[in-house]
């Protein structure tokens, strides 16, 4: 899928829809130097534990979510954001259906 249009106001809860039992995602921007991407996940799905090379930054737009890094949780709504960090394992299940912008910086 393409990325965002450039230079124009986005409303990016709006730009990325839930589907019943799935994870969708849309990349909003994509550079050598990170990416950003919107993620919609319905109630009670979920990613695996998993590492990355680099920190991310998820912003939870709507709904709630728990997150697990390094096997210590937190419980995250709209508004609220965590960054985990580079090399350290971590996991994320919707408590309900949520929305979140994922930004990655490889750094």
Same mark, same amino acid.
């Given at each position: 899928?393409?990325? +965002? #249009? =450039? @230079?124009?106001?986005?409303?990016?809860?709006?730009?990325?829809?839930?589907? /019943? @039992?799935?994870? !969708? @995602?849309?990349?909003?921007? =994509? +550079?050598?130097?990170?990416? !950003?991407?919107? %993620?919609? %996940?319905?109630?009670?799905?979920?990613?695996? /534990?998993?590492?990355? #090379?680099?920190? +991310?930054? !998820? &912003?939870?737009?709507?709904?709630?979510? /728990?997150?697990?890094? @390094?096997?210590? #949780?937190?419980?995250?709504?709209?508004?609220?954001?965590?960054?985990? $960090?580079?090399?350290? $394992? &971590?996991?994320? *299940? +919707?408590?309900? *259906? %949520? *929305?979140?912008?994922?930004?990655?910086?490889?750094?």
């Amino acid at each position: 899928m393409s990325t +965002a #249009p =450039k @230079s124009q106001s986005l409303r990016l809860a709006e730009l990325v829809n839930y589907q /019943e @039992s799935s994870v !969708v @995602s849309r990349q909003i921007t =994509k +550079a050598e130097s990170g990416n !950003v991407t919107l %993620f919609a %996940f319905d109630a009670g799905q979920g990613l695996s /534990e998993h590492t990355a #090379p680099y920190d +991310a930054l !998820v &912003h939870v737009l709507e709904g709630e979510v /728990e997150v697990s890094i @390094s096997g210590q #949780p937190f419980r995250l709504n709209a508004g609220d954001a965590i960054i985990m $960090p580079a090399h350290e $394992p &971590h996991a994320l *299940k +919707a408590v309900q *259906k %949520f *929305k979140m912008l994922l930004t990655m910086i490889r750094a």
